[in-house]
């Protein structure tokens, strides 16, 4: 018996996978996917130029060593210059109404940092030092666009177009009675149909934050250790896992499910602000407790809205994991208790 | 080998009645159908593919209970071995060719590679469509649409097959050969159950019919046996003799005959009579008394008739 449930689960997953990967109505899944490697690809790029820029001026302008450092505020341009050389970028004018204020700026490099120094009337005001970016700065800023694009956005969005579609879909085309005509149980028929989702879903979302991962580390000597990397991975396909057996179920309940959708993103969007124990009727809360670096506060918020924001403790790894489980199983046997009671109606869809 | 007990080789309705929320689809419809090839006739909207839906348990009655040769539409594990059902929809799944299309839903069964190529083989050979088989289903006329779907619905040798206006968009070669399969599968003992507005095509193919009218059943049997059960119909006969004119003075001797008329070619008499037992035991006198009788043949006994009459001819017209 469980031989042939297997079997029909595997039939069910084949006619599945074309359909959601090849399907031309799915391409803005991919693009969606494919946002975020695209946004890191580009800041590969300028970080790049950026630093050959840099070693090209060091060339041209040799710093000596330790000179850099040394310059003080209150020194005049003329000391500066002669301890550093010419810079590799020079001067600017403001005039005010009261006098003339002249203001100059020299900018130099020892080939990583790019130091600006600030004259006002010839003297040393400011020193502004910009440090080329660190791998530990750009795990901070992916962590963020992780957890606040690709979570909440483009994988929640995703598991939209992805799994709504298969029984909705298939309402709307007038196909879905082939299956329903298969001596096949409607649980058998659900579950392969949700992991043909998963797969379809997994696949392009981890594969998407796997690239993104690697262009993060790639301008870098040192790469992100791989218990981070695994753990990224595995909350995009826990996030698949979550969002999928919501949307669904929302596909077998809702002849627009986008409007439950909408509902779901609501609620998602305003997890930090319900009590601890709402937060855990989720997704967003477990996942965000899996990922492996904090994303920072948005420091622009209100400061009304940052009062409402609850603060509650990441559930743990296994609560967490567990937790999704439960959540989508528990969303899924809705689902199939649904799908049990199907009719084919089409003229109604 | 002992048959099969009655109740496994019948698909049974009791007291189905189906709504769709205030709209009615079909009303207590009592039916016990034996293999053979039946139809279920009725015009647009009578409640044929409500019908033919509630047997292969794609919507569930309001009230009553359907058995098809013993199993309830609610175990599609055991119903779909023995059901394929052909719809009326025209839609597949994207993107599949014939052979994927019947060997894919194939595999649903559970059942491993080569054996449903095997049967997926033979499906699209029996409705004929080998030299189609590789190509999309999108790029089908509709007659190749509509054999790819009975090649669907037979695929898995199902001991009862549900049909939904199966000989819509065929040519008239290939309706033959459809009529011919259906015989086939009749001939070895199958139900097959057709529905159809075009009552031509009925009187062709039934063994039994169903009519259908509003969601009501209006008769059921063969389709003589309907027509008898019509009491106060009249029946038409024409009768071919060398004296029509004489045949129809003698025959006015009966109380039950409403109408007799000189056929237009001259060579014949039809008669309307309420009672056709008594109007033949009486042609056999007038026989013997010297008019020549070259034939005797009902005029009206097919679906047609019968149809007009019981739900009215504005209707059976559509």
Redesign the interface.
Known sequence: MIRRYWAQMRAVIRLEMKKTFLSRRGLWVYLIALAPVLMFAGHDLSMMRTREERRAIAAAHPVPAGALLAVQPGMTREEVTARLGQPNLDARQIRFAGGRVRRELLSYTDGQSRYVFGFADGQLQSITVRPEETLAQDRVIFATVFQFFYLRLAIFFGCVGIFTNLFRGELIEKSLHYYLLAPMRREVLLAGKYAAGLIAAAAIFTSSAALQLWLLSMPYDSSLPGREIAAYLGVAALACLGYGSVFLAAGLFFRNPLLPAAGVLVWESANPFLPSALKKISVIYYLQSLCPVAAPPDREINPLLALLISSSEPASTVFAVAGLFAVAAAVLVLAARRARLLEINYGTE | MTPPPLEESLVRLENVSRF?GEVLGVNRVTLAIPPGITSLVGPNGSGKTTLM?LM?????PTRGSVRVLGVAPED??????L???S?Q?D?????LSGFQFIY??L?????PHAQCEQLAWRAIGRVRLNGAAHRKIAGYSKGMRQRIKLA?ALAHDPRVLVLDEPLNGLDPLVRAETIALFRELAAEGRHVIVSSHVLHEVDLISDQVILLSNGYVVAEGKIQGVRSEIRDHPMQILIRCDRPAALAARVFELDSIVEARLHADGGGLLVKTRDAGRFYRLLNRIALEGIEIESVAPADDNVNSVYEYLIGGEEAGR
Not at chain 2, 91 to 95: E, I, S
């Open positions: 769709y839906n292969t348990g794609l919507i569930r599609p594990e055991k119903l779909f071995t059901v394929g059902y719809t929809f839609a597949f799944p994207r993107g894919s839903f595999r649903l069964f559970g059942w669907q």
